[in-house]
């Protein structure tokens, strides 16, 4: 199955700062999403990159916020801009096609904003 | 709308002791169930999966098997270890694309 690096592992940031968060799939992929992962709570789907196009967001998600970029089949971004204490969590990318219905995830990046 | 449901956690179990964690879910369709393990400091990766109903999905000596009528996806192993430390988290997903997730279960084994 595919491997995706994902990075920054971690990051602290300042209120009202933007961080950016890469993830790199080992090989060419369908589908690339980004969960946000917060403590005692389920993943949540923030959105679905899609090569060439725009990303789609799921309710409760804005561009704005969060633009993503998905330049190829291997790569993607996702920036959580204006940081708030609200935004500390863990993003995770994810991605599928390399195995119907398996999603295989990057090891997530934690981001705590002060 | 489709969700998930699983046991809430912490769960503490001695070494060789037998697991159960709980989830029931809620689809329109006719869903493909999953569990998806996270060990500490990774991202979550596959444990087992069934397609269909009756199927029994197992790894690792985790099975679970995929009841219709219950509406369940139950996660068992007979006898845990504790590398088996880890959160567990239920999923489902009607269309190979869009995935919902239990809020997970954590699990600690303690020798």
């Known amino acids: 199955s595919a491997v995706i690096s994902q990075k920054p592992s971690r990051d602290i940031c300042q209120r009202g700062t933007s961080l950016t968060i890469q993830c790199q799939v080992d090989?060419?992929?369908?589908?690339m999403f980004w969960y946000r992962q917060q403590p005692g709570q389920s993943l949540t789907l923030i959105a679905t990159?899609?090569?060439?196009?725009?990303?789609?967001?799921e309710s409760g998600f804005v561009i704005d916020k969060f633009p993503i970029s998905r330049p190829n089949l291997t790569f993607s971004t996702l920036t959580v801009s204006n940081l708030s204490p609200e935004d500390s969590s863990i993003y995770l990318c994810?991605?599928?096609?390399?195995?119907?219905?398996?999603?295989?995830f990057g090891a997530g990046s934690r981001l705590t904003v002060l | 709308g489709d969700s998930v449901t699983q046991m809430e956690g912490p769960v503490t179990l001695s070494e060789e002791a037998f697991l159960t964690i709980n989830c029931t879910y809620t689809?329109?369709?006719?869903?493909?169930l999953f569990w998806y393990v996270q060990y500490p400091g990774e991202g979550l990766q596959l444990l087992l999966k069934?397609?269909?109903?009756?199927d029994k999905g197992s790894n690792k000596g985790f099975e679970a098997t995929y009841r219709k009528e219950t509406t369940s996806f139950h996660l068992e192993k007979g006898s845990v270890q504790v590398s088996d430390s880890a959160v567990y988290f239920c999923?489902?997903?009607?269309?190979?694309?869009?995935?919902?997730f239990g809020t997970g279960t954590s699990l600690t084994v303690i020798p």
């Open positions: 994810s991605a599928s096609g390399t195995a119907p219905w398996v999603l295989t």
């Open positions: 090989s060419q992929v369908t589908m």
């Open positions: 990159a899609n090569q060439g196009s725009e990303a789609t967001y």
């Open positions: 689809a329109t369709g006719y869903p493909s």
């Open positions: 069934a397609t269909k109903a009756d």
């Open positions: 999923a489902l997903s009607e269309t190979g694309n869009q995935f919902y």
